[in-house]
C-alpha cells in the first residue's frame, strides 16, 4: 500500500476534585462539539480515551452523552482506549494498583459499550521500563507514547513508522510513537500544513504509519482554541482536507495497525513527552536547560541531535516539591494497608475505591497542567486519601484511642512522627524543626497542614511579560502567554523552609510583620534537628521535642510535647523555653500554617478574642495584641479551627501566595493562612513557658 496510513486519538481528562464549572466548561467547548463535528465524518476513524474521573461525572451528569458514544463504538467509527481509571502516573503506584485501575477501567468499558479495548493510554505518557510486564498482565496489547521516547533510546526518525515490541521478564507489549511534531501542528496551523507534513512521512516510508494522539481540550478547552476550531471551522476544514486527499492518506485505527508486524524490538528509557522532562528539573537547570535548547537550535543539524538533550525524569518532582512526595508517601502507605485487607471484605472495596481516586496524578506535579500548585486538587486527594484510612477501621486504634509511631514516612534517612486519634492524624518531621507537616481532620477529611513553600520556579523570570489576549487566535499552550495580572512580579517571595504547623522562631525584637510576608520566620529552629522521646501522660503516649539554637551572643533551648485528646479533635502543644546568655531583648514565636480554602468573607473569616476584627478576611496583612484565642472559619466547608493561646500573644497574620503557571498564563494562587503567634524572651517580661491548644470544629456534611 502506498500513501500513509493515519491514527488520530484523543485523550479526555480532568482531575479528581477540579471545579464542577470547569468540567461543564470543558464539555460545552470541547467535549460535546468535538463529538458533534465526529458524527459529520462517520468515514474518519479515531481512537479515543477518557478518564474515569471523566465517566464518572458523564454518567451522573450527561449520560446521553455516553450513549451517543455508545454508537460511535457500535459503528466502528471509535476504537475506545483503557487505561488507569482515576489517570495515575501508574510508574509512581504500586503493581497492585496499576493491575486494579488498568482492569477497573477494562470492565467499565466492556460493560457500558459493549467492547473489550486492546490498547491504553498512559498518564501524561510516563514510560519507565518495568511498566511493560504490569500492563500486559492487566489484559492491554499496546500503549501509545511520544516519539521522543524512541528517540531518545537512538532510534532515527525515519524508523518511526509502525509499533515496535518491548518486553519485561519475557512479557511482552506493542508501543507506537506519537508524533510530535503533528502535536504541534494540530489543531494550531492551517490543515494544508498537516497534509504537507502527511506528504514528508509518505515519500519517505511509503505505507507506513504516523500517529497523532493529544488532550482532546486543546480542541476547545484551551484558551482561544473554541473560536479556532469551530467557530472558525478548523475541525471541519482539517477533516475535510484528510478525505479529500484519500486516495494516499488511509486513515485506521490501532487494532487495525496491529495486524502488521512490528517494525522492531525496542527498549526504551525511562522518560515523559519533552515539556514533562523540562518541568521535572530543579529551577536552575530548568534555566540551563531552556538556554542549552537555544544553543542548539543555533546548529545546523539541531533536530537531529534534539533526542539527545534531556530533561528530568518524572520522580524527580518527589525531590523538587516536598509537598508531593508527603502526599507520595501517604499513598503509599495507605495502599498497602488497603492491600493487606482480605479481599473479599467489604472494607476493602470501600477503601480501594478511595485510594484510586487519591492516586489522580495531577496533584503529584507540576508544569502548564499539572495542579500541585493548586489547594483544591491536592484537597481533594488528600480527601479520599483519609477516607481510604478511614474505611479501613483499624482494630488497634479502637484499643489505644490515641498511636504514637516513629518510622521514616518519606523515605528521607530521617525518621517522621506519626499521632493519631479518632479525630485528629499529625505527622511531625523532627529533623525540620519539629514541624507538622500533616493535620488530618478526620471529620472531614481534610489536611489543614496542607500548605504548600514558595520557591524560585525557571517561569518565575518571565513574569514581565505581556498576557496573551483571547482575541489572538489558538496557540499551544508551550507558547508565552504572559501575566494574567499587573504586579505579580512584586509577589514574588520565597521561604528558606518549608512551610509547616507548630514550627518555632527566635525572632530579634526588630522583627516584623512585612518579613513574616516576605520570608516567614527565622531558619535557626525551623531547619534544627529536634530530638524526639515518646512518653506518657497518664495513659495517653505524647511525643516530647528537644531542640537548641545557639548563636554567638547566647543560646535557646527550646522543649515541645504534643499531646493529642483522645475524645475530641483537640491537640495541645506545650513549650519549655531556656533561654542563655541573652545580651538584650527578643522574641519567641510559633508558626502556623492552616490550610483552609482560602477565600473572602463571609464564608471565610477570623475571630480574634470571640470578635471580628476591621478585617477579618483570611487575606489580611495584621498585627493584633492581646490574642488569648483565634478562630478561622470556613462556613463553606463546615471547618473552624480554634486557637488558644496562654499566655496571650502578639499575632501576625497574613496569607502565603504563590505565582504559578497555567495553559492561560502566570496567576498567583493562595495557598494558606500563616499565623505567628509570639511573646518576649529574655528581661523581666521574658516567658519561660506557653501552652497552644489547637481545637477542630466542624459541622455538617464531610466535604470532597
Known sequence: ?????????????????????????????????FLEVLNEFPQVPFALHYSGVLFDWLEATH???????????????????TGGYYEPILAAIPDPDKVGQIQRMTSYLTSRFGVRPRGMWLAERVWEPHLAKPIAEAGVEYVILDDNHFKAAGLPDSALTGYFLTEEQGVSLALFPISQRLRYLIPFQEPGETVAYLRERASLAPGGVVVMADDAEKFGGWPGTHDWVYRRGWLDRFLRALLEHGDWVHLITFSQAL???PRGRAYLPSTAYTEMTEWALPAEAGVAFEEALTCLERLPDAERLRPFLRGGFWRNFLTKYPEANTLHKKMLRVSRRVHALPRRSRQRAAALEALWRGQCNDAYWHGVFGGLYLPHLRHAVYHHLIRAEEALQDPAVAREPVRIETFDWDADGAVEVLLESPHLGLVVEPARGGGVVELDARGKAFNLGNTFTRRPEAYHRKLGSRARREDEGAATIHEERGAKEEGLVDLLHYDAYRRANFLDHWLPAEATLTDLCRQGGRTGLALTTYETRIARKGATPVLDLEGREVRTEASLRVRKRFRLAPDAPRLTVEYRLEPQEFAGPSRFGVELNLAFHMGPPPDRFVEINGERPADPSLFAVAETAAVRELRIVDAWLGLAALLNLDPPATLWRCPVQTISQSEAGYERVAQQIALLPHWPLGGADGISSLRLLLTVESWGAAGG
Open 1 to 33: 500500500m502506498g500513501g500513509i496510513r493515519f491514527i488520530l486519538g484523543m485523550h479526555a481528562h480532568q482531575p479528581v476534585g477540579n471545579l464542577p464549572e470547569v468540567f461543564a466548561e470543558a464539555y460545552r467547548r470541547a467535549y460535546l462539539p
Open 63 to 81: 449520560p446521553e452523552f455516553l450513549d451517543r458514544l455508545a454508537g460511535f463504538t457500535a459503528r466502528g467509527q471509535v476504537e475506545l482506549l
Open 259 to 261: 495486524a502488521d508486524p
